[in-house]
């Protein structure tokens, strides 16, 4: 059983109706290591030595949060600069080449409208083109980049429309491959939750639902 590692980077967890459910919704899959980074380091002191032991002993790895200003969570960000920076050019031999080929899933969320991220919208830019930074980021580090998994319109989101989020991603999670030397490549399918304003992108052909 294949170990799957999910650093969640939220700064506030506990009012985020979306990423609690799609956490619980992966809990109890096999293999799978949830760690809520804000908790871990609320005072944003990055144990590094932790941190590059979990990324080693993770078949695959998953970076879940909120989408802030076009970027990520500054304690994301944080994390890259002290974990990646150790792994890939400090200690790279020892630590960062043995990433290479371990398949990395970006699981983002966003309070605004599919519609907002297009050239006429308000955010100008797709989100999977604002995530472009992540995919150079796993390029550089030799891992292997998954089509995103993605979530609109999060506000307004419902009992069903959460329930539905959940599942999708616990496929998604299930359906990651073993440590490859190639992405895998997936279509993309957009999925409307009826009555919840609900919008997931994920990789994998999704049907239309109602009621």
Not at 68 to 84: E, G, M, N
Request: aromatic letters at 8%; one cysteine or more; glycine letters at 6%.
């Amino acid at each position: 059983m294949p170990n799957t590692l999910i650093l969640l980077f939220h700064p506030d967890f506990a009012t985020s109706n979306v990423n609690r459910a799609l956490c619980e919704a992966v809990a109890e899959l096999p293999g799978i290591t949830v760690v809520d980074m804000q908790a871990q380091y609320s005072d944003g002191v990055i144990d590094v030595d932790a941190e590059v032991a979990r990324l080693l002993a993770a078949d695959r790895i998953v970076l879940q949060f909120p989408v802030q200003w076009y970027s990520t969570p500054p304690l994301l960000k944080a994390w890259q600069d002290a974990v990646l920076t150790r792994m890939f050019y400090l200690a790279y031999q020892d630590e960062g080449r043995l990433l290479a080929g371990k398949p990395v899933l970006i699981a983002a969320t966003a309070g605004n409208v599919a519609e907002a991220y297009t050239p006429a919208g308000q955010n100008r830019f797709s989100l999977r083109e604002l995530l472009r930074p992540l995919e150079a980021t796993a390029h550089r580090c030799g891992l292997a980049w998954q089509e995103p998994f993605l979530i609109y319109e999060t506000r307004k989101a419902d009992t069903e429309a959460l329930q539905l989020a959940g599942e999708h991603y616990a496929g998604r999670i299930s359906r990651l491959p073993c440590p490859i030397t190639e992405p895998a490549r997936e279509s993309i399918q957009p999925l409307h939750a009826a009555n919840a304003g609900l919008l997931l992108l994920a990789g994998t052909s999704l049907a239309r639902t109602t009621g």
